[in-house]
């Protein structure tokens, strides 16, 4: 699940929470909105912790010029 299916899942748990009066017979939906923005907050945690550890950094090279033909060559 990605970055968006994380943000849709808390944005249907608040609607279910927040904007609905719904009566389900054998479920309440309050809980169910919450369970859902809780597990896309989770999800979204999850995302970016995995993606900083993805990000390589790369240190700067430093140029070096080549005094016999002119050019910069990098090392």
């Not at 748990?13 to 904007?19: K, Q, S």
């Not at 479920?27 to 597990?39: F, P, R």
């Not at 990000?55 to 033909?69: A, F, L, N, Q, S």
């Amino acid at each position: 699940m990605g970055l968006g299916g994380c943000i849709i899942l808390i944005a249907v748990g608040a609607i279910l929470t927040f904007a609905t009066d719904w009566e389900v017979q054998g479920a309440n939906l309050d809980v169910v909105g919450l369970i859902l923005m809780a597990v896309g907050i989770i999800g979204v945690a999850t995302f970016t912790s995995i993606a900083k550890r993805r990000r390589v950094v790369v240190p700067p090279t430093t140029p070096v010029i080549d005094e016999e033909r002119g050019r910069r060559t990098y090392e």
